[in-house]
């Protein structure tokens, strides 16, 4: 999971809450990603920052909003208006444009009822 | 637009067998190619990538990928599968009309049984 960290890792909330997920690298990455992952399913981006005090969505952004202020973080929050919140979130980072590997957290489970 | 599919939900092996598991996608373009596997409850990571050069690209844990243009695939190998190689592996690709961005996969289960 190298230099990216996400707290927590398993997280409650109930339903109709606002919820922070966060994402920090010490890698020096300019690209910061969020995905969702599903039981059974692959990931779907949800937003993607490529520099600072700049982002943009992704294919489900929907009941989500991201900030960037720092290089080195990108939180996500999951409002009340995202319909199925719960979900495993992954945060990812890549070093630049041109490099196209990007590396993963741990993830945080999210658990609305 | 970028595609990738992996057509097998699950592949299961005994350990000590080689193992192979599919992908093959559609892309405008030079093709740049990932395979990533994820272990229960963790982020991904990264095994192994084309982007151009040698078809058979070696990857981490012994993991090798060959690239076929002609048939548009991507398959992952590996020689002699262990029991630890039972993950969910994901197949991506660069998707050069979005800043780069990586499409991937829906996962193929790896089940290695002793």
């Known amino acids: 999971d190298g230099g990216i960290t996400q707290s927590p890792k398993y997280l409650f909330r109930k339903e109709g809450q606002n919820v922070t997920l966060s994402c920090e690298q010490n890698l020096n990455h300019d690209a910061m990603y969020w995905y969702r992952q599903d039981p059974g399913q692959g990931l779907r981006l949800i937003y993607y920052?490529?520099?600072?005090?700049?982002?943009q969505k992704g294919d489900i952004a929907e009941g989500y909003s991201v900030s960037r202020e720092k290089k080195e973080s990108f939180p996500l929050t999951v409002t009340s208006a995202q319909k199925n919140p719960t979900a495993f979130y992954l945060c990812?980072?890549?070093?630049?444009?041109?490099?196209?590997?990007?590396?993963f957290g741990p993830g945080t489970r999210l658990t609305v009822t | 637009a970028q595609s990738v599919a992996q057509p097998e939900d699950q592949v299961n092996v005994a350990e000590g067998n080689p193992l192979t598991v599919k992908c093959t996608y559609s892309?405008?373009?030079?093709?740049?190619l990932f395979w990533y596997v994820q272990y229960p409850n963790r982020g991904l990571q990264f095994l192994l990538k084309?982007?151009?050069?040698?078809?058979l690209v070696k990857g981490s844990y012994g993991f090798e990928a060959e690239f076929n243009k002609s048939q548009t695939s991507f398959h992952l190998k590996k020689p002699s599968a262990l029991v630890s190689d039972s993950a969910l592996y994901f197949c991506a690709v660069r998707d050069n009309n979005a800043g780069n961005m990586l499409t991937f996969g829906g996962g193929t289960r790896l089940m290695v049984k002793p």
């Open positions: 920052s490529q520099i600072v005090n700049d982002f």
């Open positions: 084309y982007i151009t050069g040698d078809n």
């Open positions: 892309v405008s373009g030079n093709p740049y």
């Open positions: 990812a980072s890549k070093k630049s444009v041109t490099i196209y590997e990007q590396y």
